[in-house]
Each structure stands twice: as C-alpha cells, then as structure tokens.
C-alpha cells in the first residue's frame, strides 16, 4: 500500500510503466485517452501535450450560417493542451497484461495557460471551488448499476443474458459473480476499493456502492470505475453497459448520487443541506439536460406511467412527496445525508457532480425551502422538452457559460434530430399493416 500511496500522490517512473495513458473526458461523458511509452511520457508530464479541441466534441458547423454563434466558437484557436494531474497517477490493472500500464487524468488548458471553458473536469473544480468559498466541502458518494449483456459472434454487443438471478442472488444462480469480483479485486488492486457489490433487480443487472471522495476526485473516481467495468467485462468476453433502460421489461439502471457536506471543523452542515435540497429540487428540470442526458435517459424516468415495472420510479410524478427524488436522512449522531435518485450512469461525470453543486449553491444562497420548480411534480416526458428549454435555461448558462451550453445543445440536437427521422421496427409493427 506504501507503493499505491506514492503513486496517487504523483511519484511518476518511466522504468516502472511501459505505457502511460493520458485521459480526458470529451463534452458528453466519452473517456478519451492519448497513449504514449513510458520514455516519452516525461516531456508531456512537464510541458503538457496538445490536442485538437474537436476532441472535446462539438462544433459542428455544417448548415450554420456565416454570421452563427457556433461558427465564432469554432474560429478560436483550435489547439488545446493537457495537463496531466498527477494526484490522479495509477497503475490500471485492467488494462494491464505482460506490459504495466498506467494512466493519469488530465486538465484541459488553453495556449494561454487558462483552464478552458470546454473542459467539465475544470468546471466541475470551479464550481466545488464556489462552494468552498461557502465555508462547505461537499463528498459524494454513488450507487451505479449496469448491466451485463452477451457479446454476438462478431464481437458487438446484444441484449441478451442466460441468467435468471434477482436482488441479490448469489452464485450458481448468479452466473456474473466472478465478473463482479474480478472487478472488485482490480479496483482494490488500484487504490480505488469499493464498498461492495449485489446482483439487481431482473436477470443481468448488477449494482455498486462506491465509497464517499470529495469533489473532483469522486467524479474521477467514477469515470475511471465505469472505465475499469467495461474493460474488465470484455475480458470474460461480455458487454457493459450503463444504457439507462436497456429494456422494455426490465428495471432501468440508476446513478444513486450521495451528498454529504461538512464545514470547516469537519461536522455535518445539517441547515446547508436542507438547503442545498431545495435548491436541487427547484432547478431538477434546469440540470436534467446534464444529469440525464439521453433519449433513453426519459425511458426509464417516465416507466411508471408507462406501465412498466420500475420499482425505483413507481410514478412519473412525485406528488405528495419528494423523497421519490431526493431523499434527505440523518443518523443517530445527527450526520446528513441526501441521496439524489433521477440521474443516470450514462451522465459526464463532471456535468452531473457540478449541476448538482451549482444547484445547492443556489439554494443555500437563497435560503430556499423544499419546493418543485415552477409548481411542475414530475419528470419531463422526453429528452426533447429540456432541449428546447436550455436557450431560456439561465441556470445552466450562468452555471456553465453560454458557449458550453451552446455547445452542448449543438450535439445534443443532432442526436434527437436524428432520432426523430428514424424510422423504428416497433412503427412497422404497429402501423404497418393497418396503414
């Protein structure tokens, strides 16, 4: 453990690795990573190394018009730099064979130097940084659950599971557990231990509790968790995925988000956290763009009304309570917790953390009460409706920058377009033959 401990706090070898990744995450939540030799990995540890801003993701500009907002975005200078963090060092066993493989997570900066504004790692920072300022630290911890599917022939992923396990089934009847503990040992074997693992709710689904960090470094932790899960699933030759709702008939997969905060001598801020509650509850339709960021996202928020067994959501609607939201508890020794229930494990990270954070900064600000946005008690239908309110989502601009959000809505409109225009084997099915 003395070696692990030396190596999250940034003591970098090039003769104890053969390759060393330098990881980023792009705008909607993609890991991206540049891989390089051990030798080579000195110079862009010092200097930093320059990538392409289109790495980010963004910026198209096909059809925009010559005088566009998305076209000045676009004429910036399109180099950028990362700047690995070296508290982030380690060693990726599931990444690992004959060669040692070590990855570091990095800043994006702009030439100048400057955190750039397209970077969510950096934002999410600068909004813990706020928050700070508050005289509050703020740990998350997560519940995440995924799914494991079979692989076809050619290697693609299906939807398909041999297994009839439920909540918490064990082995034989579980046929992922050595899955599931193969990824338990990786990650202890990291420094990244995890709480503890369970089979879900319906046949391939599984679940991990992952332990309180603070700030950035729980968002890290979680990229790299969701990193570590699929890699290591590919090992034993299935699929992960973290697809909200994969299917119709079964329960949709969860990001359970825990809040804790704490004031400067280190004692649970009970009065701040009731606030940052209501603050949450208020903008829940402002940050659902971010927290809850696919077309599928709306599937398994919305399964309730639909009929469909989703016993995490048994309504659309929260009505007479909010607890189906977000929770608020406190312990015997007078420690408060909220848990924040809607968003989902195909989120960025960093996007979700600091819309969550920007929130409950706004809530202790203005001292708000539990209250629901606009008197509105339930969930948006599709991913449709919170797009065509984030040009009027003052929040999310004042949170985040009218270029990101500019930019976020650029790809995200894309993607519904294109899903609008698509033409679905259930339409067929159902208009086919009656039309």
Partial sequence: MDMEKERRNGCFSEEEVDLLKLQFTDLFGQLKMVEMTGGQAEKAIKEGYAINRYALGGLRCEGAAPDSETLKDRAGNMELYLKPDMTTYQILPWDSGQENVAGVICDVMDPDGNPSWADTRGLLKETVSRLEKLGLQIYFDFQ??????????????????????????????????????????????AGMEAESSHHGLTPGQHGFLIPARCGTEAADYLQTFKTAVKRIAKRHGLHATFLPKPDRDSDGSGLHVGITLRDKEGRTAREAAGYFRAGILKHLWDMMIFTNPLINSYKRLAAGKRGIFQPEFPAAAWEDGTDKVVRFSEDKEGNCRITALYPDPAANPYLALAAITAAGIDGIVQKLQTEARDGKTEFP???????RELDNNTFAKSSFGEKLCRMYKEGKQEEWDRFCSHVTDWEMKEYLYRC
């Fill in 144 to 189: 995440c659950e995924f799914y494991l599917f079979h692989s076809d022939d050619e290697g693609r992923p299906t939807t398909i599971t041999h297994e009839v396990a439920g909540y918490y089934d064990a082995g034989p009847i579980d046929l992922a557990e050595s899955v599931r503990r193969d990824i338990m040992l990786s990650l202890a074997e």
């Fill in 381 to 387: 239908e599709t991913l449709g409706v919170v797009l």
